[in-house]
């Protein structure tokens, strides 16, 4: 298993802007810190559960169709090749939407959230299963996920103001950068 690969693509999908980041963005800029919080707790239960789902889920149709593996790689490669391009070409000047930031909107917004439905589906077995099948080793990947997804929230909460700044700032260098590392995660599932 290539660890930095994993590591790698965890961190740009979970801390790039997405629909949960921009709304934890916005939830502070609007309605205060302990409000953004609020609304993080409900989306990193929700990014939990979804891994978790998504771990049994792929441990049963690798059990069942072992050659399933092969197609999870391709789809995740080519996941993450279509997130280069979409970071790439990613506009952050674009105003972002107000939502209340509730526990429940958090935790909602993770299963309406594409990028994370798909990230969910993808990143179990095309990074851990490939390698380790045992409960245990899915269990603290799974473990290990959902607390990179949670440091991504705190990180949009605390430094949202700077960080939107920065990107606005810096968008294009930024996002070249961050697509440049999502190919090479995507070259690494090879590997």
């Keep these: ?4 690969s994993f590591i790698m693509y965890c961190f740009i999908v979970t801390f790039t802007p997405g629909p949960t980041n921009i709304v934890i963005l ?3 800029h609007n309605s205060g810190t302990k409000k ?3 609304y993080t707790y409900g989306a990193t239960i929700a990014f939990g559960l979804l891994l978790v789902i998504s771990a049994m889920l792929n441990t049963i149709l690798v059990t069942i169709i072992p050659k399933i593996l092969i197609v999870m790689q391709i789809i995740g490669s080519f996941y993450i090749l279509y997130l280069a391009y979409q970071v790439y070409k990613t506009d952050t000047s674009k105003p ?3 939502q209340s930031g509730t526990f429940m909107s958090g935790f909602l917004t993770q299963f309406l959230n594409p990028k994370v439905v798909v990230f969910t589906m993808t990143v179990i077995p095309t990074y851990v299963m490939p ?3 045992s409960k245990p080793a899915v269990t603290i990947s799974v473990i290990a996920i959902t607390v990179i997804g949670f ?3 705190i990180t949009w909460v605390l430094f949202g103001a700077i960080f939107k700044e920065f990107l606005q700032k810096h ?3 930024v996002n070249v950068m961050m697509a440049l590392f999502l190919v090479y995660a995507a070259i690494m599932i090879w590997m």
């Design 26 to 28: 916005s939830t502070v």
């Design 171 to 173: 968008k294009k260098t």
């Design 131 to 133: 390698y380790y099948v």
């Design 96 to 98: 972002t939407v107000n």
């Design 1 to 4: 298993m290539n660890i930095t």
């Design 151 to 153: 440091l991504a929230f």
């Design 36 to 38: 953004a919080m609020e």
